[in-house]
């Protein structure tokens, strides 16, 4: 006979798994789950064979009637605003799991062309935690982070969409370049920590004697600070720049010097 005592030992023991079950998700920063689904197309598509690409995810329920409402506008105002970028990849994953014939009348109803892969349920637990938070919007970056996750549905959120999918295709500088991470360049390095709040440090190091500019940049382009503005000599630099008066979102930092330019991404989460 099991008695209260230990009844109350396994209840809480439940009540932890299943809380653990619940809060397991990724965040913006967080290297994005993989997966491999097969579309309507009978193709087969694996994130991480995207990698150097930006990712639109649309987690949808193909039954799902609000899911069928805002569908459209992943078409009209995401998809289609990006989609002759070669750098730019779409999904969309039925999270309900059901047929291929509901996913297929679900592209119908909404004029989605983008591909829609089928049975991805154990994504949307992988990314939100839970199979309920359907209807949403992620963006993953070229290196394979999350760079944008929606909390509402994807009617909701459309221009932090857009603006994030801009901010992640134009992250496109010289520091990608084999030629510039050789030993005796300039070099650029990730600010840490990453995502910050609310100050973090940007390190850099300098060939040879060079004019430097170290600026910060928002999502929109906007200069937001000069955190360096003079002529350095040959070595490692850090700078630290304090974000207390800023809001939460993406920003860049640039290095500006006589040989070349180099631009990174960061995140503030308050």
């Not at 496109?172 to 084999?178: A, K, L, R, W």
């Not at 920590?193 to 382009?221: A, M």
Request: hydrophobic share 35%; with cysteine; net charge negative.
């Amino acid at each position: 006979m099991i008695s209260i005592k230990n009844s109350l030992v396994i209840a809480v023991g439940l009540i932890i798994a299943l809380s653990t079950q619940v809060f397991a998700q990724k965040n913006v920063g967080d290297d994005a789950p993989d997966f491999t689904y097969t579309s309507l197309g009978n193709e087969q598509y694996t994130l991480s064979e995207l990698e150097g690409k930006v990712v639109y995810i649309f987690f949808f329920g193909a039954n799902c009637s609000h899911c069928r409402a805002n569908g459209p506008v992943t078409e009209s105002d995401i998809y289609q605003s990006f989609k002759d970028d070669t750098s730019f990849v779409a999904l969309g994953l039925d999270t309900w799991n059901t047929s291929a014939s509901s996913v297929n009348n679900f592209k119908s109803i909404t004029g989605i062309s983008y591909p829609l892969l089928l049975n991805t349920q154990q994504s949307l637990v992988d990314y939100y935690g839970n199979s309920s938070a359907y209807d949403r919007s992620v963006v993953v970056a070229k290196d394979g982070k999350i760079a944008y996750k929606g909390t509402g549905f994807v009617n909701t959120d459309v221009e932090q969409v857009k603006n994030s999918i801009t901010a992640e295709l134009n992250v496109t500088t010289s520091n990608e370049s084999p030629g510039l991470d050789l030993p005796g360049s300039h070099k650029l390095d990730q600010n840490y920590p990453n995502p910050f709040n609310p100050s973090t440090t940007i390190r850099f190091s300098l060939s040879q004697p060079t004019n430097v500019q170290l600026k910060v940049y928002d999502i929109l382009g906007a200069e937001i600070a000069t955190l360096v503005n003079t002529r350095l000599g040959q070595g490692e630099q850090n700078v630290t720049w304090d974000a207390s008066n800023q809001s939460s979102g993406i920003y860049f930092y640039r290095l500006i010097t006589d040989e070349g330019v180099f631009t990174k991404k960061m995140m503030l989460i308050k």
